[in-house]
Protein backbone atom coordinates (compact mmCIF):
# COMPACT_ATOMS: atom_id res chain seq x y z
CA UNK A 1 0.00 0.00 0.00
CA UNK A 2 2.96 2.51 1.11
CA UNK A 3 4.71 1.90 -2.12
CA UNK A 4 1.26 2.59 -4.40
CA UNK A 5 1.21 5.74 -2.30
CA UNK A 6 4.45 6.82 -2.90
CA UNK A 7 4.43 5.77 -6.86
CA UNK A 8 1.29 8.06 -7.27
CA UNK A 9 3.25 10.67 -5.08
CA UNK A 10 6.05 11.01 -7.34
CA UNK A 11 3.94 10.82 -10.07
CA UNK A 12 2.39 14.26 -8.55
CA UNK A 13 6.01 15.75 -7.81
CA UNK A 14 6.91 15.29 -11.59
CA UNK A 15 3.84 16.71 -12.64
CA UNK A 16 5.10 19.92 -10.43
CA UNK A 17 8.24 20.37 -10.54
CA UNK A 18 8.17 23.00 -13.65
CA UNK A 19 4.98 24.47 -12.07
CA UNK A 20 4.51 24.82 -8.22
CA UNK A 21 7.17 24.71 -5.43
CA UNK A 22 5.00 24.63 -2.72
CA UNK A 23 3.36 21.48 -4.16
CA UNK A 24 6.35 19.42 -4.59
CA UNK A 25 7.67 20.88 -1.02
CA UNK A 26 4.44 19.01 -0.12
CA UNK A 27 5.66 16.04 -1.95
CA UNK A 28 8.90 15.66 -0.19
CA UNK A 29 7.59 16.31 2.99
CA UNK A 30 5.05 13.44 3.21
CA UNK A 31 7.76 11.50 0.99
CA UNK A 32 10.06 11.05 3.91
CA UNK A 33 6.84 10.29 6.72
CA UNK A 34 6.36 7.35 4.81
CA UNK A 35 9.72 6.47 3.87
CA UNK A 36 10.29 6.58 7.56
CA UNK A 37 7.08 4.74 8.25
CA UNK A 38 8.81 2.10 6.19
CA UNK A 39 12.62 2.14 7.39
CA UNK A 40 11.74 2.10 10.73
CA UNK A 41 8.10 0.03 11.25
CA UNK A 42 9.24 -2.61 8.30
CA UNK A 43 12.79 -2.36 9.27
CA UNK A 44 13.66 -1.99 4.74
CA UNK A 45 17.27 -1.33 3.86
CA UNK A 46 17.52 1.32 0.71
CA UNK A 47 20.11 -0.10 -2.01
CA UNK A 48 21.40 2.63 -3.85
CA UNK A 49 24.22 2.79 -6.15
CA UNK A 50 27.81 3.47 -3.79
CA UNK A 51 29.45 6.06 -6.54
CA UNK A 52 26.13 8.10 -7.07
CA UNK A 53 25.92 8.17 -2.96
CA UNK A 54 29.74 9.48 -2.48
CA UNK A 55 28.44 12.72 -5.54
CA UNK A 56 25.42 13.17 -3.28
CA UNK A 57 27.71 13.09 -0.19
CA UNK A 58 30.60 15.55 -1.81
CA UNK A 59 27.67 18.02 -2.97
CA UNK A 60 26.27 18.19 0.31
CA UNK A 61 29.35 18.76 2.19
CA UNK A 62 30.63 21.43 -0.21
CA UNK A 63 27.02 23.02 -0.03
CA UNK A 64 27.28 23.26 3.91
CA UNK A 65 31.09 24.88 3.22
CA UNK A 66 30.13 27.59 1.01
CA UNK A 67 27.23 28.41 3.42
CA UNK A 68 29.57 28.25 6.79
CA UNK A 69 32.00 30.39 5.09
CA UNK A 70 29.28 32.88 3.84
CA UNK A 71 29.29 37.10 5.10
CA UNK A 72 25.93 35.19 6.90
CA UNK A 73 26.93 31.71 8.17
CA UNK A 74 23.37 30.76 9.12
CA UNK A 75 21.37 31.69 6.38
CA UNK A 76 24.36 30.21 4.06
CA UNK A 77 23.31 26.96 5.78
CA UNK A 78 19.87 27.37 5.51
CA UNK A 79 20.30 27.95 2.06
CA UNK A 80 22.44 24.54 1.71
CA UNK A 81 20.12 22.41 3.44
CA UNK A 82 17.29 23.84 0.69
CA UNK A 83 18.98 22.72 -1.62
CA UNK A 84 20.32 19.42 -0.19
CA UNK A 85 16.43 17.95 0.62
CA UNK A 86 15.95 18.41 -3.09
CA UNK A 87 17.86 15.35 -3.42
CA UNK A 88 15.34 13.17 -1.13
CA UNK A 89 13.17 12.71 -4.25
CA UNK A 90 15.76 10.54 -5.66
CA UNK A 91 15.69 8.04 -2.83
CA UNK A 92 12.05 8.22 -3.22
CA UNK A 93 12.25 6.95 -6.40
CA UNK A 94 15.50 4.16 -5.57
CA UNK A 95 13.38 2.90 -2.42
CA UNK A 96 9.70 2.72 -3.99
CA UNK A 97 9.65 2.47 -7.94
CA UNK A 98 9.38 -0.84 -9.17
CA UNK A 99 8.77 -1.33 -12.54
CA UNK A 100 10.14 0.46 -15.95
CA UNK A 101 6.65 1.40 -16.51
CA UNK A 102 6.68 3.41 -13.58
CA UNK A 103 9.44 5.05 -14.03
CA UNK A 104 8.40 6.32 -17.89
CA UNK A 105 5.01 7.12 -16.30
CA UNK A 106 7.12 9.57 -14.43
CA UNK A 107 9.13 10.94 -17.13
CA UNK A 108 5.78 11.90 -18.98
CA UNK A 109 4.72 13.50 -16.10
CA UNK A 110 7.78 15.49 -15.74
CA UNK A 111 8.18 16.45 -19.60
CA UNK A 112 3.98 17.32 -19.22
CA UNK A 113 5.15 19.74 -16.46
CA UNK A 114 7.98 21.31 -18.95
CA UNK A 115 5.41 21.46 -21.37
CA UNK A 116 3.67 23.83 -19.03
CA UNK A 117 5.94 25.66 -17.79
CA UNK A 118 7.46 26.38 -21.42
CA UNK A 119 3.94 27.51 -22.99
CA UNK A 120 3.43 29.66 -20.10
CA UNK A 121 6.84 30.87 -20.81
CA UNK A 122 5.70 31.71 -24.29
CA UNK A 123 2.67 33.16 -23.66
CA UNK A 124 4.07 35.43 -21.38
CA UNK A 125 6.90 36.62 -24.42
CA UNK A 126 4.15 36.38 -27.37
CA UNK A 127 1.02 37.66 -25.47
CA UNK A 128 1.92 39.71 -22.08
CA UNK A 129 5.16 41.56 -23.86
CA UNK A 130 7.44 40.29 -21.22
CA UNK A 131 11.17 39.92 -23.38
CA UNK A 132 12.24 37.79 -20.13
CA UNK A 133 9.24 35.38 -19.78
CA UNK A 134 9.86 33.23 -16.39
CA UNK A 135 6.94 31.20 -16.56
CA UNK A 136 5.72 29.85 -13.20
CA UNK A 137 9.32 30.81 -11.88
CA UNK A 138 10.28 33.92 -10.11
CA UNK A 139 12.71 34.84 -12.33
CA UNK A 140 13.98 34.52 -15.67
CA UNK A 141 17.37 32.73 -14.17
CA UNK A 142 15.50 29.83 -12.31
CA UNK A 143 12.92 29.78 -15.58
CA UNK A 144 16.66 29.23 -17.39
CA UNK A 145 17.51 26.56 -14.74
CA UNK A 146 14.61 24.36 -15.26
CA UNK A 147 14.67 24.59 -19.09
CA UNK A 148 18.28 23.33 -18.76
CA UNK A 149 17.43 20.05 -16.84
CA UNK A 150 14.63 19.28 -19.12
CA UNK A 151 16.57 19.47 -22.10
CA UNK A 152 19.14 17.30 -20.95
CA UNK A 153 17.04 14.65 -19.22
CA UNK A 154 14.30 14.43 -22.09
CA UNK A 155 16.93 14.18 -24.45
CA UNK A 156 19.28 11.39 -22.79
CA UNK A 157 15.51 10.09 -21.37
CA UNK A 158 14.15 9.77 -24.94
CA UNK A 159 16.65 8.09 -26.63
CA UNK A 160 18.38 5.74 -24.44
CA UNK A 161 15.22 4.07 -23.00
CA UNK A 162 12.55 2.21 -24.21
CA UNK A 163 9.47 4.59 -25.88
CA UNK A 164 7.30 4.14 -28.17
CA UNK A 165 6.93 6.78 -31.02
CA UNK A 166 4.69 9.03 -29.55
CA UNK A 167 6.51 9.08 -26.45
CA UNK A 168 9.93 9.11 -27.77
CA UNK A 169 8.49 12.11 -29.95
CA UNK A 170 6.87 14.21 -27.03
CA UNK A 171 9.93 14.51 -25.40
CA UNK A 172 11.55 15.29 -28.46
CA UNK A 173 9.35 18.11 -28.96
CA UNK A 174 9.31 19.32 -25.12
CA UNK A 175 13.38 19.32 -25.91
CA UNK A 176 12.90 21.30 -28.89
CA UNK A 177 10.30 24.06 -26.95
CA UNK A 178 12.66 24.34 -23.81
CA UNK A 179 15.47 25.36 -26.00
CA UNK A 180 13.56 27.91 -28.24
CA UNK A 181 12.82 28.83 -24.79
CA UNK A 182 15.67 29.44 -22.87
CA UNK A 183 17.19 31.53 -26.03
CA UNK A 184 14.26 34.01 -25.50
CA UNK A 185 14.45 34.04 -21.84
CA UNK A 186 17.48 36.10 -22.51
CA UNK A 187 19.65 34.13 -19.59
CA UNK A 188 23.11 34.54 -20.75
CA UNK A 189 24.16 32.47 -17.92
CA UNK A 190 22.02 29.65 -19.07
CA UNK A 191 23.31 30.34 -22.84
CA UNK A 192 26.88 29.09 -21.15
CA UNK A 193 25.74 26.34 -19.56
CA UNK A 194 23.88 25.13 -22.24
CA UNK A 195 27.21 25.58 -24.58
CA UNK A 196 29.50 24.19 -22.09
CA UNK A 197 26.96 20.62 -21.34
CA UNK A 198 27.42 19.97 -25.43
CA UNK A 199 30.18 20.33 -25.24
CA UNK A 200 31.21 17.87 -22.42
CA UNK A 201 28.56 15.40 -24.20
CA UNK A 202 30.01 15.41 -27.40
CA UNK A 203 33.65 15.12 -25.69
CA UNK A 204 32.94 12.29 -22.94
CA UNK A 205 29.66 10.33 -25.24
CA UNK A 206 30.81 8.43 -28.33
CA UNK A 207 26.72 7.65 -28.57
CA UNK A 208 25.47 10.68 -28.60
CA UNK A 209 27.88 12.92 -29.91
CA UNK A 210 26.79 12.70 -33.96
CA UNK A 211 23.24 13.38 -32.94
CA UNK A 212 23.70 15.79 -30.71
CA UNK A 213 26.08 17.68 -33.18
CA UNK A 214 22.98 17.61 -35.42
CA UNK A 215 20.34 18.46 -33.83
CA UNK A 216 22.15 21.32 -32.07
CA UNK A 217 22.91 22.25 -35.63
CA UNK A 218 19.59 21.71 -36.81
CA UNK A 219 18.13 23.76 -33.71
CA UNK A 220 20.47 26.78 -34.23
CA UNK A 221 19.77 27.63 -37.71
CA UNK A 222 15.88 27.47 -36.91
CA UNK A 223 16.44 29.75 -33.95
CA UNK A 224 18.73 31.91 -35.78
CA UNK A 225 15.91 32.24 -38.85
CA UNK A 226 13.11 33.17 -36.74
CA UNK A 227 15.29 35.74 -35.59
CA UNK A 228 16.48 36.99 -38.26
Do not use: R, S, T, Y
Given at each position: MIDKIMY???LIFALSTNISTGITSMA???GVVFTAIKLVIKKEKINIDKSLLIMISVFSIIEIIV???GLNPMEGIKQAFSEIYRFL????AVFFIKTKKQILNIVIAFALSVLLNDSYGLYQYLVLGNIRPVGFNNTATFYASHML???FFLYLTAKDYLMNLIQKTFCYSCVFFSFVMLFLSGTRGGW???IITIVALVIFSNMVRRELIITTVGICIVILTVFL
Open positions: FLLIIIGILPLFFMAIVAL
